[in-house]
């Protein structure tokens, strides 16, 4: 239950395409929904994060989409660009003492030029 | 802007050796992490840490590991006989809330190798 199931494992686009990163959970306990995007050799960096009282969070290209009853949210990038190659990992956690992160199994994802 | 910082970036041991890690969180933040992704693979938590003690520790965090806050900059991870299987990317996060702000910044990471 305490885990966060994500797909696709790899994604090839085109530039300017918009890739979509799925992530689903079973814990309705968790309220807390990252986004981090970790390139080769660095560590997971924050993307963009969301909380179930929202329907979508938008930043710049990235955009959340979650649905609560489902148990799902995704990441959208808007108008992708080969820099934005790079391993995309969605997580959750729950409120509390310790706010461990509980994270999916990445997406690699390559911005073709 | 402010940034976790981690030292060494690699640390190659010898099975059975222990090695400590070591982790310089964002200066006003209160909680720190410790999480470990073993290569191709996905970041697992393995402690968590606040106001001098262990909040929650993960199944892997066994009695080899052990974390510290010996001044009021460092935190550390120490694994006493490190395996084989210690063999990982090992990050610090730090948070500067629990509740409300739950944003984790991770620092670069020490890559372990364990022959």
């Known amino acids: 239950q305490q885990q966060v199931k994500q797909s696709p494992q790899s994604l090839i686009v085109q530039k300017g395409g918009i890739p979509i990163i799925n992530c689903a959970y079973e814990n309705t306990a968790f309220d807390y929904f990252p986004w981090y995007q970790q390139f080769p050799g660095k560590g997971p960096a924050l993307l963009i994060a969301i909380r179930p009282d929202v329907s979508e969070k938008k930043e710049g290209r990235f955009t959340i989409s979650f649905n609560k009853s489902a148990k799902q949210f995704s990441l959208h990038i808007m108008d992708s660009q080969p820099g934005d190659s790079a391993t995309y990992f969605c997580?959750?956690?729950?409120?509390?003492?310790?706010?461990?992160?509980?994270f999916g199994t990445g997406t690699l994802l390559a911005v073709q030029p | 802007e402010p940034e976790v910082t981690q030292t060494p970036s690699h640390q190659v041991t010898q099975m059975g050796q222990e090695v400590i890690l070591r982790c310089v969180p964002i200066s006003n933040h209160l909680y720190f992490y410790w999480y470990r992704q073993i290569l191709g693979q996905k970041v697992e938590f393995l402690v968590s840490?606040?106001?001098?003690?262990?909040?929650?520790k993960s199944e892997i965090f066994d009695d080899q590991f052990s974390v510290e806050r010996p001044d009021g900059s460092n935190f550390t991870l120490k694994i006493r006989s490190t395996k084989l299987e210690d063999s990982a990317m090992y990050f610090c996060?730090?948070?500067?809330?629990?509740?409300?702000?739950?944003?984790?910044?991770f620092g670069p990471g020490t890559r372990l190798t364990v022959l």
């Open positions: 996060a730090s948070s500067e809330f629990s509740g409300g702000a739950h944003e984790q910044f």
């Open positions: 997580a959750a956690s729950v409120d509390g003492a310790t706010n461990k992160l509980i």
């Open positions: 840490f606040y106001n001098n003690e262990i909040s929650e």
